[in-house]
């Protein structure tokens, strides 16, 4: 029998895509890891069933009209129950070893530096908080010698091949991208492109914000600031590089022209086990990666009149100050717009550089702050899809 402790796991975010793969290693692993708190958006039946499956400690649904139907479903269990945000941060600093920090979008943000001020170690898929607020969640993770362990797969590899004894020797860091679905198409050709097109990723699958990320390149817009936040470089040290198998994912480069690279088959199971283990490794059952059977690996450079969401995202960066907060709302509520019909999929851009180019918000100096750019950005987000594209 194994003498070492089972590690305390809570997971943010447990029923999305990050959420459920990290359970099914926690699954296959139950002399290892044991579950400390779950939360769900609004699918209280999906979290009462993964509760009861893990016995979890604590179950808590952000949305409070779910309160009745979870307390109903987790009833003769000794199961607590929370809700709201509030009931999300008790989840976050309920004692544990590892938060999986899988909720999506700015949502995730409170939660997330709520456990980091516990000192807890953080599995981070969440890149939107990090875009939010980068510069207050790692200052309170250094405060709170708290280990932020990057899950994002482009992240995760940096953080594999970084020599962060050498870090004077990094030249720049290379972000790869799939390009997403719609990968060589030209701008006028994705007027039309619907959901359920959008959705669709080639090489991976996951929920529906990021998929749509994905397919207007927004999603690595969003990872070259979350890269800027975890890495000692600076903005000019990081690259975009579309590599369509998405087998490398991503790369270093250093000052003796070394470039190091983590190579894998494209399932999150992998660097959610890596941060999971670290700084040993664990098993994770996903596919192996057959060189011989891929054959060829292809590179481009991205296309950004195609995907401006991109370039946006990286202007947004050298901008700096309230920018990132205001790129991230806005698109979050044209994201939804265009999943509800309401918008077009070239409009996402559009929207996102129209709200940009009306904000007059200072740097945030504190969290407070983020919270009302974030917050004014998405009313402005709100209000030009009703005045301008509807
Ligand atoms: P998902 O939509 O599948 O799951 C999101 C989870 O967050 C669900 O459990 C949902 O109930 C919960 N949630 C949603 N809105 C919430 C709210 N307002 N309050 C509280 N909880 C809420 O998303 P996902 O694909 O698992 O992505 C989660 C995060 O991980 C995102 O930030 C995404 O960018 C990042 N990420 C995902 C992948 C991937 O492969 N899925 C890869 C890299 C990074
Ligand atoms: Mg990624």
């Not at 809700?83 to 941060?89: Q, R």
């Not at 039309?192 to 990320?213: F, L, R």
Request: net charge negative; hydrophobic share 45%; with cysteine.
């Amino acid at each position: 029998m194994s003498t070492v402790k089972p590690r305390r796991i809570t997971v943010l975010g447990a029923t999305g895509s990050i959420g459920m793969s990290t359970l099914d290693l926690v699954r296959r692993n139950p002399d290892k890891f044991i579950i400390s708190a779950l939360t769900a958006n609004s699918n209280a039946q999906a979290l009462a069933k993964l509760a009861i499956e893990f016995n979890a400690e604590l179950a808590v649904v952000a949305d409070p009209k779910q309160y009745r139907l979870l307390k109903e479903l987790l009833a003769g269990t000794a199961i607590q129950i929370a809700v709201g945000e509030e009931g999300l941060i008790q989840a976050a600093t309920l004692n544990a070893d590892f938060v999986m920090s899988a909720i999506v979008g700015a949502a995730g943000l409170r939660p997330t530096l709520s456990a980091i001020r516990c000192g807890t170690t953080i599995g981070l898929a969440n890149k939107e908080s990090l875009v939010c607020a980068g510069d207050i969640m790692m200052q309170e993770a250094i405060t709170h010698k708290t280990k932020i362990m990057p899950v994002d797969s482009e992240h995760n590899a940096i953080f594999q091949v970084f020599d962060n004894a050498e870090n004077n020797s990094v030249e720049k860091i290379i972000l790869t991208a799939s390009g997403g679905p719609f990968l060589g198409r030209d701008q006028k050709s994705l007027k039309n492109v619907t959901p359920s097109e959008a959705i669709k990723h080639p090489n991976w699958e996951m929920g529906q914000k990021i998929s749509i990320d994905s397919a207007t390149m927004m999603n690595k817009g969003l990872e070259v600031i979350e890269a800027f936040h975890l890495f000692p470089v600076s903005t000019k040290q990081i690259e975009v590089l579309v590599h369509p198998q998405s087998v490398i994912h991503s790369m270093v480069q250093y000052v003796d022209g070394s470039v190091l690279a983590q190579l894998g088959s494209p399932d999150m199971r992998t660097p959610i086990a890596y941060s999971l283990a670290w700084p040993e490794r664990m098993h994770a059952p996903v596919d192996r990666l057959s060189l011989a059977e891929i054959g060829q690996l292809s590179f481009f450079t991205p296309d950004l009149e195609a995907f401006p969401c991109l370039r946006l995202a990286t202007e947004a960066l050298h901008a700096g100050g309230s920018a990132s907060i205001v790129l991230n709302a806005a698109n979050e509520i044209a994201v939804e717009a265009f999943l509800n019909k309401k918008i077009s999929f070239t409009d996402i851009s559009s929207v996102v550089q129209e709200v940009l180019g009306k904000n007059d918000m200072k740097a945030p100096h504190s969290l407070s702050m983020v919270f009302e750019i974030d917050e004014n950005a998405r009313r402005n987000a709100e209000n030009t899809i009703l005045n301008s594209f509807l």
